[in-house]
């Protein structure tokens, strides 16, 4: 009986930590615009960047120090004269990317993306990117 109730409890404990969750939203609208998340933690880790202005440049960090158990990370970047989005994601089952950048009107498209996905247990990455 005890063991059952060790058991019970060290179970609870693991479905509490999954699910807690790291949550940032950052808005940035300005000429030259700047971000940096960094999330670690057995936990599931949420980021939303949305960047409006001429330079916009974003970074997100997710369970690199700590192996997370799933990563989200969205960024959105709209009228940059350089857009500069950077995504790097360790996760212990899931991680999604999604990145969308659109150019400064009338001038060539200066987009750069990056995304680094590693699932410790091969359950699955997605990634997406738009680029206009």
Known sequence: MRKLLLASAAVFALSSAANAANTAT????????SSSVTQNGV????SHTTQVGFFNSATTS??????SLNNVSTVSQ???VVN??????NAFF????????????????????TVGQNSILLFGNTSTINQH
């Open 26 to 33: 950052t808005v940035q609208v300005g000429g030259a615009n």
């Open 43 to 46: 936990t599931n880790d949420t």
């Open 62 to 67: 997710q369970g690199l120090g700590i192996p």
């Open 78 to 80: 709209t009228g940059g």
């Open 84 to 89: 500069t989005a950077t995504t790097m994601q």
């Open 94 to 113: 899931n991680n999604s990317s999604s990145i969308s950048q659109s150019s400064f009107p009338l001038l060539p498209p200066n987009n750069s993306a």
